[in-house]
């Protein structure tokens, strides 16, 4: 079984909204940070990866890339094992492969910070959003 399983996405207008769900199961969700990473359009395995939030453990600490930032927001549920984004005010250049992914055992979070390339241990399978102008 897939630890992270991803729903949602499709396409949306510009302007518009959309909430990206992220199932977690197999291991004690509460006890992770939790990121979303997205994927430029056309670009090859590992390529064109943007981190865009991330959020602590309880929820109680969140940090977000200054493109997104006052646009999309990151949040959790651990008795429902599941993390969310919130994307609102969409534009096309947010039009990219959206990907949950789990920060490993004992990350700490730091607002204002990016985390490092590979500070992840699982990935969701990914799901495609597309903004139209």
């Known amino acids: 079984e897939d630890p992270l399983v991803q729903s949602g996405g499709g396409t949306v207008q510009f302007g518009g909204s959309l909430r990206l769900p992220c199932a977690a199961s197999g291991f004690t969700f509460s006890n992770y940070a939790m990121a979303w990473i997205r994927q430029a359009p056309g670009a090859g395995p590992g390529e064109g990866l943007e981190w865009i939030s991330s959020i602590d453990m309880s929820g109680g600490t969140t940090n977000y890339a200054d493109s997104v930032k006052g646009r999309f927001t990151i949040s959790r549920d651990n008795a429902k094992n599941t993390l969310y984004l919130q994307m609102d005010s969409l534009k096309p250049d947010d039009t990219a492969v959206y990907y949950c992914?789990?920060?490993?055992?004992?990350?700490?979070?730091?607002?204002?910070?990016?985390?490092?390339?590979?500070?992840?241990?699982?990935w969701g399978q990914g799901t495609q959003v597309t903004v139209s102008a």
């Open positions: 992914a789990r920060h490993p055992r004992g990350f700490i979070v730091r607002p204002g910070t990016t985390p490092k390339t590979g500070e992840y241990d699982y």
